[in-house]
């Protein structure tokens, strides 16, 4: 079955930390992939997405993602996390043309630490 | 303001009890959706919606159901045959269902008392 996998499940990390958050997808064909953050009592909202093109993606607050096709992932990355940055992370994929669903990772709770 | 609006923020549910999620948005979206988010496991899709009066089961259909009446809403009820209903329901809409960016509401959080 296609899926999305993330690699860890809680993440400690201190201020000034660089992250990198792993997501792996099992799916031969094209793919849209997202990831979408969840900060504490607020809703999910997108992060970043990729549909095609550079597959170096950037997003909002200093994320980035990186898709790389011949191993199946996308991970996040930040250079240096904040506090501000404690929230939990999904990475989501649409598997398949034609799917209209997103299948989402299980998530990574990140906690940093000030 | 533009948005998805999910009503109510807190459910409390009895055993053999149907309830009703409620869930509006404005964007003028035609595609809508709902998952279910349990602590450790991420989202998992309930029930889609590509338009109106049209929608299909996800993963985890059994025990729900939803109508789409009017573009811009989409409630699910949780009927009696969901054994394990506690869980933070999401609903969510895209402009269309072909691979589109979602927007999700703020939740509400379901409890069987």
Known sequence: AQSVSQHNHHVILSEAASLELGC??????????????????????????????????????????????????????????QWSDTAEYFCA?????????LTFGKGTKLSVIP | DGGI???????????GQNVTLSCE?????????????DPGQGLRLIYYSQIVNDFQ????AEGYSVSREKKESFPLTVTSAQKNPTAFYLCASSISAARETQYFGPGTRLLVL
């Not at chain 1, 504490?40 to 095609?52: A, M, N």
């Not at chain 1, 994929?93 to 669903?101: F, P």
């Open chain 2, 5 to 15: 609006t999910q009503s109510p923020k807190y459910l409390f549910r009895k055993e």
């Open chain 1, 24 to 81: 792996n997808y099992s799916y031969g064909g094209t793919v849209n992939l997202f990831w979408y953050v969840q900060y504490p009592g607020q809703h999910l909202q997108l992060l970043l997405k990729y549909f095609s093109g550079d597959p170096l993606v950037k997003g909002i607050k200093g994320f980035e993602a990186e898709f790389i096709k011949s191993k199946f992932s996308f991970n996040l990355r930040k250079p240096s996390v």
């Open chain 2, 57 to 60: 089961k996800g993963d985890i």
């Open chain 1, 93 to 101: 994929a649409d598997l398949g043309a034609g799917s209209y669903q």
């Open chain 2, 25 to 37: 948005q404005n964007l003028n979206h035609d595609a809508m959706y709902w998952y279910r988010q």
